[in-house]
């Protein structure tokens, strides 16, 4: 996640790339989830699909190893943690990361009342990131961020899977009993 560039926006340009995020997400997730519905993965926007989604979306992504920073001390380089982290995805899996936040992010604003996207608040570590506000004890969810970290925690280890469930747990956790929208039959993908 490139922290600095969000903290160097202005109010207006976080609030357009917010706007953008939502627009090219909208536009385009459909695609991906036609590709899940191929595969027999259920995308029906309940967040009961959300880490079902995000786990077949680990399938589809690659990775590209980077050399190691020469700034960092040897005593760091040399690190069986460092040396498996140095890696970046590759362009078209930055991509499915976005779509994958974005169904994220937009599943719980779906299904829950009094959430709803928004711009981060400066004052914590999200600050101008697009984020899913109105979580229980002012909780904000960064997608892409959650989605990055998730994707790059499997990529290092394929048996961190799991952390995928246990974030959404968390997350509906902080829901704080908020209500769920009562919503009509949902279709599949």
Partial sequence: MDFEFFEKL??????ASLERFLALGSANVGDLLAQCAQAGIVCNWTIESVPVFLR???TKLTIVRTAPDPEVPEWIRKTD???KNLFEFDEPSRILILRAAYYLGE??????????WTVGNTETAVGKMPVVSGFHRGF???PILIAENLFGRVATDPAKLG???TAIATWKNRL???PFRVRPAVRNC
Avoid: K, P
């Fill in 163 to 165: 952390d995928i469930d």
């Fill in 107 to 116: 599943t719980f604003v779906r299904n829950c009342e009094g959430l709803h």
């Fill in 81 to 83: 943690t460092y040396v």
């Fill in 56 to 58: 077949w979306v680990s």
């Fill in 140 to 142: 904000e969810m960064a």
């Fill in 10 to 15: 202005a109010s207006a340009e976080a609030n």
């Fill in 176 to 178: 704080g009993g908020r």
